[in-house]
């Protein structure tokens, strides 16, 4: 595909991009005493479509994630051939979130109640998920083969790790797939999209094998085979030798890397999903700027996620009564009294 033919949809991104909340948005809403209030806040911004004011927090996240689904969808359709299934491909996110969920629930023996709202694209009554339901009983009424496949081996462990295991495998299996897609793109878009999504590949192993070795004490076998091919700088041979290294030998060669930025500072553990997805974001806001070819449109869905995120956080902060200071310091932009951005 020639660059040139993504003028539109590039066009098309911008202004919706330029409808973005601003930081102040955020400060405001954090303000703010309830879920409620936040709701009627952005009901004069450019998301009011969104909401009807009667809904509970549950209820807003779920149709805001439903914007993003709409928006990919929508998106999609200025692109042809490999470029309209990756696009596509990325709508499998919302169901491995929804798996998750249902695991998380089935695992814990409790929340089923509230997983209606809560689910995205999966039909809750398709599962008749209980407290008392099996993983096992689930995966059995899944209906994407590719998903069952990589769930079903551990569908009767009992184990705590087996939860890890399946979310690991769910995740290599996406974003396997991406990569694979993003080969096939022509030479001139695929140097840029294979930089944007290898670099989420890396910090993804990077956190994977962390907290392989720190939490669940897991073999160099297991960790390397959890592992996702496609990383911008770690090779297969890289993330052999961090699989084998001891958890302080591990810490040490990361931060002699380029993202040593996840073990610099306090709280590694606390901080460490925030300070990936803060690299991303700003790495994605850079990108959106300056690329006019298929990593524009990568780095804009990144953007409209990291945009719901923030709002999401943002809404559980009130649900917690959080204070202005505790509440900022959970969103993936920075603020100043939060952590530095890391790029």
């Excluded at 559980?316 to 009294?337: A, C, I, P, T």
């Amino acid at each position: 595909m020639i660059i040139g033919e993504f003028n539109a949809v590039n066009a098309k991104m911008s202004a919706m991009a330029s409808k973005f909340l601003k930081d102040e948005d955020y400060i405001n809403m954090a303000r703010l005493n309830n879920v409620s209030q936040i709701i009627e806040y952005l009901k004069n911004t450019s998301l009011s479509f969104i909401f009807d004011g009667d809904e509970d927090s549950f209820e807003a996240e779920k149709k805001l994630q439903v914007y993003r689904i709409n928006t990919i969808k929508k998106l999609s359709k200025y692109f042809k051939g490999v470029y309209r299934e990756f696009a596509l491909e990325l709508l499998n996110e919302f169901t491995i979130m929804d798996i998750k969920k249902i695991l998380r629930t089935l695992k814990i023996g409790d929340g089923a109640r509230t997983l209606e709202s809560r689910l995205i694209t999966l039909n809750y009554r398709d599962y008749d998920i209980k407290n008392n339901s099996s993983i096992a009983d689930f995966i059995g009424k899944i209906k994407n083969k590719e998903f069952v496949k990589i769930l079903k081996p551990y569908a009767d462990e009992k184990d705590d790790i087996v939860l890890f295991y399946m979310e690991m495998n769910l995740d290599k299996f996406f974003y396997t797939k991406l990569f694979n897609l993003v080969k096939n793109f022509d030479r001139q878009n695929k140097k840029p999209a294979l930089e944007l999504l290898g670099i989420r590949i890396d910090l993804l192993n990077i956190i994977w094998i962390y907290r392989g070795l720190k939490y669940y004490d897991l073999s160099p076998e297991e960790l390397i085979n959890f592992t996702v091919l496609g990383g911008h700088y770690l090779s297969f041979d890289d993330l052999k030798d961090l699989s084998y290294s001891s958890l302080d030998k591990f810490v040490e060669k990361i931060k002699s890397g380029p993202y040593k930025f996840l073990f610099d500072g306090t709280y590694t553990d606390i901080y460490m999903d925030r300070r990936n997805n803060r690299y991303i974001y700003y790495l994605a806001k850079s990108d959106f700027l300056k690329n006019n070819d298929f990593s524009k449109f990568m780095a804009f869905i990144l953007l409209l996620n990291y945009e719901i995120k923030d709002l999401t956080s943002v809404m559980e902060s009130r649900r917690f009564n959080m204070s202005l200071d505790r509440s900022l310091n959970y969103l993936v932009r920075s603020y100043k009294g939060s952590e530095q951005i890391w790029l």
